[in-house]
């Protein structure tokens, strides 16, 4: 049966970035990938268009989809909405929690031709290879109660951290597996001295250890993984941790690479249906320059060729392209060094596209 | 009226770089303060002692000290307490609490000989001084309700991230008269574009900013801040932000100038009372064998003396004494590098007495 892939452009450099990806997607389908290809709104673009971050039809779509690219969503058009439901990030959290896609993939790579553009010296950047596992669908970014409200005459803003058992197992196992097709090592990030929400997370990921005993288990506390991430960050292989350490670690990991721009990332659910993303944002500062860098979206069709379409060869194929390129020496500026060549977005495009 | 200061050894190498530090304080008497000292139990040797994390009696001295002097809480022999409210942790919690020390100032400084030592390349850190105002006494680790509990089958740990608009406010005026004093840039840290909490703290900063009219407020998500920390972390004067995000972000700071054996802290309340403390942990696994870095805690009675004491001459002059030992290539273990001579926690502290 014909899978269905969704294309969901976004905001700010999202639809540069989507197009240049979306013409390796045909070449792929080209090269016998059987996929039916569809578009549709989201974050900003879809509140301009239909008063909603995310409309109904895109949430249709989007279950349809057996695989959805997304470019980025956001941008300060949208940060002065007094209704955070209307904001564009709102959108993207409504995906994530409506097909369920607990699992985010955030590989922290270095790639050679660029550990010179990472702040940290070359040496303790070369060769790094993170996976940081994220839960995406719980703790604090959807607990209840939430809100700000009026309490003993001054107004008081609330959220809830809150996670249960099985969803703490339920990405302790996605990690643990990732483990073991890798390095074998798993650190559990967490905040055990201090919030219980953590202590149950320390609980279940000790429990679960025992069935997975080829992989070393670990724990750290969120503020020192911060600081090893600076210090030593090779110590790592996978990371497990919730939505909002997650969110902050993963693109402190991912800055330190020097190869933010080259990050994909992936969100699954339970039967492999996965959004893919590049690591880095809608970045409206240069939206609609053509020059922003299409290498992480590219990079996130690898992925979702891999975890969801089951084409790990074509998957490959893509991943060596861009090796290629780089090799050659071509950069757009984000990338941009001494003896390169600079590039716009669609000409990177077009190179990854012969050597593809 | 003489005023009190009570010293809080604690775990790991608390007792050795609190030694060296009373060493100092001794000195500033000798030179005319008008303090008397005392000792107190608190953490992990409370709890041996007493069965408690924070005894009834340190608490009373405490309360009666203008300022406390921490070396620092916790070790892997007391991680496995299964009640959280023994844990050394709780200790340090509670004197925080209790004395509604709620304004953390968290300096992240590269020592100019000490700028090697950063894990950043040295353009990146030369010279970097930042502010880090952390709000203590609130947030996610005092927030109501919280705890581990069975709901539909299931244990489920939830914590509470809450601010009123009170205390969003004073840690807020906190962090505008910092940056007055310095920079004149403030950056606010939060996640607004997520949590509520964090909507109502980006509102109040907002409502501050015309009373410091020569601040220039800005805001910033916590993920991009720690990206920005890692890759250009010259951009910061001042930061404000939470309890939570600020311990995540204050470490990673500390860590990346190369210079967390040297940097101190301060928690505050409204009428100056103080904790100060080395902003690194107990360091279990070297405690005991004398080459801890007393630095930080000496820093640390240089900013009770500005801070609580109001004897800013003899904070400068302590200041000085250990910017002039490290002159002189003198370095425990943890900041030695080539060509410096290595000595021991009490050498280091005999140096800085020498230099006082
Ligand atoms: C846009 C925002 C809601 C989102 C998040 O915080 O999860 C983003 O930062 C991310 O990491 O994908
Ligand atoms: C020991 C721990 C409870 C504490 C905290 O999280 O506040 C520490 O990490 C700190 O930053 O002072």
Redesign the pocket.
């Known amino acids: 049966m014909t899978q269905k892939v969704l294309i969901l452009p976004g905001d700010g450099i999202g639809p540069e970035i989507t197009a240049q990806a979306s013409r390796i997607l045909a070449a792929c389908q080209a090269n016998g990938l059987d996929v039916e290809v569809e578009e549709g709104l989201l974050g900003g673009a879809a509140y301009d268009a239909h008063g909603e971050p995310l409309p109904a039809e895109t949430l249709e779509k989007a279950q349809a989809a057996r695989a959805i690219l997304l470019g980025a969503v956001g941008g300060p058009k949208w940060d002065k909405l007094e209704d955070l439901a209307k904001r564009p990030e709102k959108g993207l959290l409504g995906v994530r929690k409506q097909l369920g896609l607990f699992g985010n993939l955030r590989p922290a790579i270095t790639y050679p031709q660029l550990a010179a553009a990472s702040s940290l010296k070359p040496e303790l950047v070369a060769g790094l290879d993170i996976m940081i596992v994220r839960e995406l669908t719980g703790g604090i970014y959807f607990g209840q109660p939430r809100g700000i409200e009026e309490r003993n005459g001054e107004r008081v803003g609330f959220n809830t951290y809150v996670y249960s058992e099985s969803e703490i197992e339920r990405i302790g196992r996605v990690a643990f597996e990732m483990a073991q097709k890798r390095g074998k090592r798993l650190c559990s990030v967490d ?1 055990a ?2 919030l219980e929400a953590t202590i149950l997370w320390r609980e279940v990921m000790e429990r679960l250890a025992p069935e997975y005993p080829d992989v070393e288990l670990s724990h750290m ?1 969120v ?1 020192n993984a911060a600081m090893q991430l600076v210090r030593a960050p090779k110590q790592f292989d996978v990371v497990v941790t919730g939505n909002m350490f997650g969110d902050i670690l993963s693109d402190a990991a991912a800055m330190l690479t020097g190869s933010i721009g080259m990050l994909p990332s992936a969100s699954l659910n339970e039967s492999g249906q996965g959004m893919y993303e590049p690591c880095h944002g809608s970045a409206p500062d240069i939206a609609g320059q053509g020059i922003a860098n299409p290498l992480a979206t590219i990079l996130s069709v690898a992925m979702m060729l891999r975890y969801s379409l089951d084409a790990p060869e074509l998957a490959e194929r893509i991943e060596r392209a861009v090796g290629k390129v780089l090799d050659e020496g071509l950069r757009t500026a984000d990338i941009a060094a001494e003896s390169t060549r600079t590039v716009s977005t669609a000409e990177m495009g077009d190179a990854v596209l012969a050597a593809f």
Chains 1, 2 share one sequence.
Do not use: E, I, L, R
């Open positions: 905040k001295n201090v506390y503020d």
